[in-house]
């Protein structure tokens, strides 16, 4: 299984970006974007069944971020805009079963880290005011 993560770089506050992730390997439940900052623990960012008729967002990006999926080429999107200073983090995309580590997961649980069972390298996203 695998998941690449690309398009992240330098945009102004108020710009927008797409980050990628291709997926291989296998096919998922669902699957979630997550970002971290330094001595911060990994905040979720959006999330949606492997369907697509279910997505989930913190009001943080709700709004701004928006999580979609290529069926064609199994690749998930995150359109990102109206981007803030305090989006700057390195953004993960992470992918799950249901299933992870003797626990069963549900889609009101897609926000939480531990609900996934792969994990993409994570690509640099910096918002500059």
């Known amino acids: 299984v695998q998941l690449q993560a690309s398009g992240g770089g330098l945009v102004q506050a108020g710009g927008s970006l797409r980050l990628s992730c291709a997926a291989s390997?296998?096919?998922?439940?669902?699957v979630g974007w997550f970002r971290q900052t330094p001595g911060k623990e990994r905040e979720f960012v959006a999330a949606?069944?492997?369907?697509?008729?279910?997505?989930k967002y913190p009001d943080s990006v709700k709004g701004r971020f928006t999580i979609s999926r290529d069926n064609v080429n199994n690749t998930v999107y995150l359109q990102m805009s109206r981007l803030k200073p305090e989006d700057t983090a390195v953004y993960y995309c992470?992918?799950?079963?249901?299933?992870?580590?003797?626990?069963?997961?549900?889609?009101?649980?897609?926000?939480?880290?531990?609900?996934?069972?792969?994990w993409g390298q994570g690509t640099k996203v910096t918002v500059s005011s």
């Open positions: 390997g296998r096919t998922f439940s669902y």
């Open positions: 949606m069944n492997w369907r697509g008729d279910r997505k």
């Open positions: 992470a992918a799950g079963t249901g299933y992870v580590s003797g626990t069963d997961y549900s889609s009101s649980q897609y926000h939480l880290a531990e609900a996934y069972n792969y």
